[in-house]
């Protein structure tokens, strides 16, 4: 099982026990000192990263019935030994970074698709236009140019995220 160094180091701490998520989120944060970390996909990694030590055991998952607020508190069975090796083998945490990245690429990725969508529907637009309209050949021509080329541009950014996000994946 590994667990991410950054997430190893604040639950180590022995003064750290019946804690909830967000506030392991709000170390995780501090200790990376990387201020372009969102605290929503932050706080979901963590939860991920403590859902790991729930089903090993080693973590107990508390949920009150009032406010429907989870805890985590340490087992007998949570092993801070085996926590802190793995602290000493890697200090960074450059897959949380990817997971990051790709997120933030597919978000980019589903702009562009939706331009894209936007652009085809005027391009049939001006389609039927210029056959309603034959007067108007001219403006309408120059609309639908300026439309396609950028709709060329739209999937010659989508095929390179895509790429991207292939690349980031393998590694």
């Known amino acids: 099982m590994k667990v991410d160094p ?31 970390l969102s605290r929503a996909v932050t706080r979901k990694y963590v939860y991920g ?34 926590l802190e090796a793995q602290i000493s083998q890697s ?13 933030q690429l597919y978000a980019d990725l589903n702009t562009y698709k939706s331009q894209l969508l936007k652009g085809l529907g005027e391009m049939m637009f001006y389609d039927e236009a210029r056959k309603k309209h034959p007067e108007m050949t001219d403006k309408i021509k120059t609309e639908y140019m300026e439309v396609n080329e950028n709709n060329h ?9 895509e790429k991207l996000i292939t690349s980031l994946k393998e590694t």
Do not use: P
């Not at 960074?92 to 970074?97: A, G, L, P, Q, T």
């Open 6 to 36: 950054l997430v190893c180091r604040v639950i180590c701490m022995t003064n750290i026990d019946h804690f909830m998520a967000v506030e392991i989120r709000t170390a995780y944060i501090t200790l990376a000192n990387d201020e372009t």
């Open 49 to 82: 990263e403590l859902t790991k030590l729930v089903k090993r055991g080693w973590l107990t998952k508390l949920t009150s019935e009032i406010k429907d607020i989870t805890r985590f508190k340490k087992t007998e069975l949570f092993d801070r030994n085996v």
């Open 91 to 103: 200090t960074s945490s450059v897959d949380f970074k990817n997971v990051q990245r790709v997120e």
């Open 153 to 161: 541009i739209l999937k010659g950014k989508i095929r390179a995220i």
